[in-house]
């Protein structure tokens, strides 16, 4: 089964912080992502990743940024957290088309600005 | 622009009990995925519609797909308390790699 692994269970920032979101996928897939997920408005995508050093924007893309310098690691980066970006954040990776195109989600990251 | 739309958004069941959650999405996407979440924990993949007509079943929870009518359905037989959890379901749209996800759909199974 793929595993994705988000470096974090919980995390404390104070506002202006930089903060960065880590996750790793052990089966070298191509397609990556990342979710914020919030009490009344689900799940919003942030930005994903179709293969090494590409990326696209999601649908609330702003105040966020990404790298994916490896396959297998995909960083979500705050660049000035601020306390409206508390929230659960979700990393995803999807399998390849012939293997049925699953979707497997990390833990999560509950993050928390002060 | 790919809408997920799941109703009902709570569901207060009795142990037992039969129902139906339904998912319709308003644009062209040949596949379906079913998620359950449990408070405080992620996601977890329950089901992967891949084609029109697809129907998978796992205990007392059954998925179907129907592309025509942009209608998923996850069913619940005699439900018991260990699934209550929101489920989720989600689509791409046809031709993205990323998935839009319906508002959630919070069950609770009670005696």
């Known amino acids: 089964d793929v595993k994705v692994t988000q470096s974090s269970r919980y995390l404390v920032k104070r506002t202006g912080e930089k903060v960065f979101l880590e996750c790793v996928q052990d089966?070298?897939?191509?397609?990556m992502f990342w979710y914020r997920q919030d009490p009344g408005l689900g799940l919003r995508l942030i930005y994903f990743?179709?293969?090494?050093?590409?990326?696209e924007k999601g649908d609330i893309p702003e105040g966020y940024s990404v790298s994916r310098e490896k396959k297998e690691r995909f960083s979500l980066i705050l660049e000035s957290a601020s306390t409206n970006q508390t929230s659960m954040y979700l990393c995803?990776?999807?399998?390849?088309?012939?293997?049925?195109?699953?979707?497997?989600f990390g833990s999560g990251t509950r993050l928390t600005v002060v | 622009e790919l809408k997920v739309e799941q109703n009902p958004l709570f569901l207060s069941m009795q142990e037992g009990k039969n129902y139906t959650i339904y998912c319709n999405y308003s644009?062209?996407?040949?596949?379906l995925y079913w998620y359950r979440q449990d408070p405080g924990k992620s996601l977890e993949s329950l089901f992967v519609l891949l084609s029109n007509g697809a129907v998978k079943q796992e205990g007392r929870l059954m998925a179907s797909l129907d592309t025509k009518a942009r209608l998923s359905t996850l069913h619940i037989t005699a439900a018991v308390h260990d699934l209550s959890a929101t489920y989720f379901c989600a689509s791409p749209p046809g031709g993205y790699n990323k998935l839009i996800f319906g508002a959630g759909t919070r069950l609770a199974v009670h005696p």
């Open positions: 644009t062209t996407s040949d596949r």
């Open positions: 089966m070298d897939h191509e397609n």
């Open positions: 995803a990776s999807r399998r390849p088309r012939q293997t049925g195109y699953g979707y497997t």
């Open positions: 990743s179709y293969d090494v050093k590409m990326k």
